[in-house]
């Protein structure tokens, strides 16, 4: 006991010291009208790491994880006299040299999205379904309902306040409530989707595969770490980036360079450099919504999407009465607080192995200006319910039960309007599942990779109605020859 009493007055003494060099250093800030801690790109290290500093415009370099196992190598043929062997390499646009991966299942991938003038969005889903048996999901088999009906976003309003002349009558007198009166509507806007869609198993040793991981504000590529391990031992090709003022990537002082189309570029470059024909993309918060992006720019390449904690699928648009939308000198003076408010926000438990995870995890360490600038840059008025109505990837929705920024209802509502989306509840963790849960995440994460489509209850239907078809017509025609004896 005695020597536990001593250390907590060195600790205090140690947070007082932190906060009194924070404070010293905004009134610094905002004398001299510079930002303190700018984050510039590091000299790797480790470069066995696979650590890569690319430059995706003139100045503007971001630090990239790129993690390539080294593959078998694959004999395809036989050697005969005189003729060579013909192996499996990797090329270098990554398409594999006679690479037999499973083929995979057709999908059917039909809706009708009409978006009416008084705010409402009807979504008919008229293609295959999906099931999800392998991922053990929480409600089971997330079957889509063949008609979704919701609110945007734009249109809610606050309900009407009652009216104080009007009692209730009593319990006894209580009358059943009409029918809901349906109006005649016009709509205001019709999409239609009719495509077809091949969903595979991806396996860790296919040399077409890729895994694309994309943190959110305040990260790093470093909260992946235990997901960029364990993927890259299976022998998937990972890719983690980190954005633009973060991590080790440069940090322009302009508050354009951190605006939502900003930073979608610089991960559409990325994209664009490391993808191979099949690619896998897993986003955390702020993440998502950049491989969301992406996800409906390159339909043909991404072939499977996971949100974690990612919210609601509406458009973004900053708030105005933000505590971010202080002067940077002033967030400056109050990083401490606004560290110490994320780690009891973003994680379950606030014990010293969650401290531990926060500074391996590099997380919350962005310049005050870098700050300001993501959170009031959140604004894409495309991302709307309709934009992601629109996706025909299946999707993995990870949602942490204890998570504070996220809650349950928005991934529920996500969960709702995607076409073919599966619905993970971690209960032990909360807006950093991937840190606090990593082996969970981990295993589910690599179930989705594996899981293909069973469309053999589809060709089994199929068949059953044809042979019943059948059946009819032949009755038929007997009956007919029947009559036609008499």
């Not at 100045?59 to 593959?71: A, T």
């Not at 006679?98 to 008229?126: A, P, W, Y």
């Not at 409530?177 to 040793?205: E, W």
Request: overall charge negative.
């Amino acid at each position: 006991m005695a020597h536990r009493s001593n250390l907590i007055p060195g600790t205090t003494y140690l947070q007082g010291r932190a906060m009194l060099t924070s404070i010293i250093e905004g009134i610094l800030c905002c004398l001299t009208g510079k930002a303190a801690r700018l984050v510039l790109p590091l000299e790797s290290s480790e470069p066995s790491d696979g650590f890569e500093f690319v430059e995706v415009k003139p100045g503007r370099v971001l630090r990239v994880r790129h993690i390539v196992p080294e593959r078998q190598t694959i004999v395809t043929e036989e050697q005969y006299p005189g003729k060579e062997k013909t192996v499996c390499n990797n090329t270098d646009d990554g398409s594999p040299e006679n690479n037999e991966h499973n083929t995979g299942s057709s999908v059917h991938c039909k809706r009708k999205i009409t978006v009416f003038r008084d705010g409402q969005m009807v979504i008919k889903n008229l293609g295959d379904v999906l099931h999800s048996e392998i991922l053990q999901c929480q409600d089971g088999d997330l079957e889509p309902r063949s008609t979704v009906e919701v609110e945007l976003a734009d249109y809610k309003e606050m309900a009407s306040s009652p009216d104080p002349s009007h009692f209730p009558p009593p319990p006894g007198e209580q009358k059943p409530a009409p029918p809901p009166r349906r109006h005649c509507r016009k709509p205001k806007r019709t999409v239609f989707i009719n495509s077809k869609r091949v969903i595979s198993s991806c396996k860790g040793m296919d040399t077409d595969v890729a895994l694309f991981f994309v943190h959110g504000v305040g990260g790093s590529l470093d909260i992946w770490g235990s997901q960029l391990d364990f993927f890259s031992r299976l022998g998937y090709e990972v890719i983690a980036p980190d954005l633009a003022g973060h991590g080790a990537s440069t940090a322009p002082q302009i508050a354009a360079a951190y605006t939502f189309y900003a930073l979608a570029e610089d991960l559409r470059a990325i994209f664009k450099r490391y993808a191979r024909k099949r690619n896998i993309l897993i986003g955390h918060s702020y993440g998502v919504s950049f491989c969301t992006f992406l996800a409906h720019e390159y339909p043909d390449l991404v072939h499977k999407v996971v949100m974690i904690n990612g919210g609601a699928p509406t458009a973004l648009e900053p708030s105005l009465c933000s505590i971010f939308q202080l002067p940077s000198c002033v967030l400056h003076c109050l990083s401490p607080c606004l560290a110490w408010s994320f780690l009891k926000a973003g994680f379950a438990r606030q014990g010293t192995k969650e401290k531990q995870l926060l500074k391996q995890g590099n997380a919350f360490n962005v310049s005050p200006f870098v700050l300001r600038a993501m959170m009031s840059g959140q604004y894409w008025p495309e991302g709307d319910e309709v934009y992601h109505a629109e996706l025909t990837v299946p999707i993995l929705l990870v949602h942490g039960m204890c998570d504070k920024f996220v809650s349950m209802d928005e991934d529920q509502r996500m969960a709702e309007i995607l076409m073919f989306a599966f619905l993970k509840v971690i209960e032990e963790g909360s807006h950093m599942v991937m840190m606090e849960c990593p082996d969970t995440v981990n295993t589910l994460l690599h179930e989705f990779f594996l899981w293909e489509p069973d469309m053999s209850k589809k060709e089994s239907n199929k068949k059953d109605t044809e042979k019943t078809v059948a059946i009819s017509d032949t009755l038929n025609t007997l009956k007919i020859k029947k009559s036609m004896d008499k």
